[in-house]
């Protein structure tokens, strides 16, 4: 296991969720974390908590990084602070909660491959260079919905898909440099990304469609994936049905559809 004391960590969607609860978890073990989001205030509030807790310094960044320059910003600022890079978490995303035969805004499939995957993409592709030299470590925020298929979430699915696909072929060509590609596969976590799901008409959803009293937080999914960065895992999947997925979608493909459907059914 390797200290992350003084080690760089950009964190992408730190607002809220997973990626605030990262936050914390870097800040505690020494590293000097950059948050970038969307939401300016939040991202000051987070500061704020953060070096008021730990004494470090945070570096805010809010962007919208569903543009190409912006990630490229976010690269640059963080190179002007601290000079380096050594930790990329790419966990900005978005999701959506309708059958595909009652969507009436298909730009909701852009939407959300813009931000899920592409930002990664960009983000990836800038820090890059900086990585190498550090030998560092690119971790992807996807989901379980990223190695099966989702019933209600076929725009959410395809891009994790998508996540997989790239960072799984980019762990490949990287394999000689010492850059670890570290994938995250969460079950449902408790956030405000269900509350802001997309609706067949592209509008939020305004409320969780989740039982969230059943689902696991996000302060316990983050102290999961600090351990994987810390032992440079390979795929962190937080939960026994996700695992089971894996293998059921291999060996009977029928059975994994009906356990993915019911689980949509019982989060509701």
């Known amino acids: 296991m390797e200290t992350l004391e003084n080690k ?12 605030r609860s990262l936050s914390f978890k870097f800040a505690q073990r020494g590293a000097k974390i950059v948050i970038c989001a969307r939401n300016e205030a939040r991202l000051n509030e987070l500061k704020a908590e953060i070096e008021s807790l730990f004494g470090s310094h945070v570096l805010t960044v809010p962007a919208d990084l569903t543009d190409k320059d912006a990630c490229q910003g976010l690269i640059n600022q963080t190179l002007d602070a601290y000079g380096r890079i050594d930790i990329l978490v790419n966990n900005a995303g978005r999701t959506m909660w309708t059958p595909f035969e009652d ?42 919905a990223g190695l099966t298929g989702v019933p209600c979430r076929t725009a959410y699915a395809a891009s994790k898909h998508a996540m997989f696909g790239f960072f799984d072929s980019l762990r490949v060509e990287l394999k000689e440099t010492g850059v670890s590609v570290i994938m995250i596969a969460p079950d449902f976590v408790l956030s405000q990304i269900h509350k802001r799901a997309l609706d067949g008409s592209g509008k939020a959803l305004g409320k969780s469609p989740l039982q969230e009293s059943k689902i696991m937080t996000a302060e316990e999914c983050a102290q999961l994936i600090i351990r994987a960065v810390e032992n440079r895992d390979r795929i962190l999947i937080t939960s026994l049905r996700g695992k089971l997925g894996r293998w059921l979608k291999l060996i009977a493909p029928s059975l994994i559809d009906k356990i993915a459907a019911k689980a949509i059914k019982e989060a509701k």
């Open 8 to 19: 760089v960590v950009i964190i992408t969607g730190a607002s809220e969720g997973i990626g």
């Open 103 to 144: 969507i009436r805004d298909l730009s909701m499939f852009e939407q959300i491959m813009d931000l899920n995957y592409l930002a990664g993409v960009y983000c990836t592709y800038y820090a890059l260079p900086y990585l190498k030299k550090t030998k560092g470590r690119i971790v992807g925020i996807a989901s379980v």
